[in-house]
């Protein structure tokens, strides 16, 4: 049985489902294969489940591209992919293009900053939506050394950058010095960086950073889960019509 253009596969992992457009779970003797393209954020969900698919089936190739939310979900529009990963919701206007959204899981978006701004262990979300607006440049204004803040962000279109900025109602006000394209580069350019603050998945926080608690919240799995912790984002797989429409 071969494998259609429109094969939706969500995540086995974790206890989430693994479904193929109108095979179910049990998908033994399927062939083919299935792109993945979009979030960067979900590039540990989307290897999880690619190599747990393609063990239960052999004869599928999943292949996965990481070039952000936005970007995924327009190859799938445009057909170039089976499934957008998208670490934001769909808009009106994706649905409206038939675009279906597939929340597979919760991630917390981590305030981090340089290891070298020492004595601030949190802020709360006034103090960052401050940060990010300019209206706050010195972390000895918040409790840290006498030193330049440097706010490093995502490129727009995102889907870490939407959420973070719609959570903190500071869309469209934020002045960055480094816009950068996925968690891995915001991270890395935070640890390097003097006095930088940056925001990531948490799920891919390293110890090149140090993570803030958020209003006095840190973003444990826990915290994030139960909604304790206020900066979070939705992990979607989205399909070009419901799952068990595809043909």
């Known amino acids: 049985m071969k494998i259609k253009k429109n094969l939706a596969v969500l995540s086995v992992c974790l206890g989430l489902a693994a479904l193929a457009a109108g095979c179910g779970s049990s998908s033994a003797g399927l062939s083919g294969d299935i792109q993945l393209v979009g979030s960067t954020s979900m590039e540990e969900l989307c290897v999880a489940l690619s190599e747990q698919y393609m063990e239960e089936n052999p004869d599928v190739n999943v292949s996965a591209e990481y070039v952000g939310s936005t970007a995924g979900v327009e190859a799938l529009i445009a057909g170039s992919a089976d499934i957008g990963t998208s670490s934001r919701n769909l808009t009106q206007e994706e649905k409206d293009q038939g675009a279906v959204e597939n929340v597979v899981a919760k991630d917390g978006i981590a305030v981090i900053i340089s290891p070298a701004v020492t004595g601030v262990t949190g802020l709360t979300s006034q103090q960052i939506a401050d940060i990010y607006q300019g209206n706050i440049m010195n972390w000895s204004e918040v409790g840290g050394p006498d030193m330049p803040i440097i706010t490093i962000g995502h490129e727009a ?63 444990t799995k826990e915290n994030i889960q139960n909604g304790t912790y206020s900066l979070t984002k939705t992990m979607v797989m989205a399909t070009m019509g419901e799952i068990g429409e595809q043909k």
Do not use: H
């Open 157 to 219: 279109g995102s889907g870490t950058r939407d959420p973070f900025e719609e959570t903190l109602d500071i869309v469209d006000k934020c002045k960055y010095a480094n816009e950068l394209s996925g968690s891995g580069p915001v991270i890395a350019k935070v640890g390097e960086t003097e006095g930088a603050i940056g925001y990531c998945s948490s799920a891919l926080v390293d110890d090149v950073v140090t993570v803030l608690s958020v209003d006095g919240v840190e973003p």
